[in-house]
């Protein structure tokens, strides 16, 4: 996704043990910055940014999964724009 001049590529990432999948995933962000499209697919989990406030240089995404066997986890992940 082009973004400015910034382009963001979605890298698979996959940590489950193969008779683990996700059951719920919920996605939020800081500094006002819009998400939409997620998607679980079991097995991963996705969202797409699809605004980041001028003036904004620095926000965090965090995930909120529970998995099948009930386990929770959350992941942040802290993201630094540059210059717009």
Do not use: M
């Amino acid at each position: 996704v082009v973004d400015g001049t910034v382009i963001w590529e979605a890298v698979a990432y996959n940590l489950l043990p193969n008779d683990e999948t996700i059951a719920e995933s919920t996605w939020a962000a800081s500094e006002a910055v819009t998400l939409s499209g997620s998607n679980n697919t079991g097995r991963a989990t996705y969202v797409t940014v699809s605004d980041i406030p001028e003036g904004v240089l620095r926000f965090t995404i965090t995930n909120h999964i529970v998995k099948n066997n009930g386990e929770e986890d959350d992941i942040t992940l802290i993201f630094k724009v540059g210059n717009r």
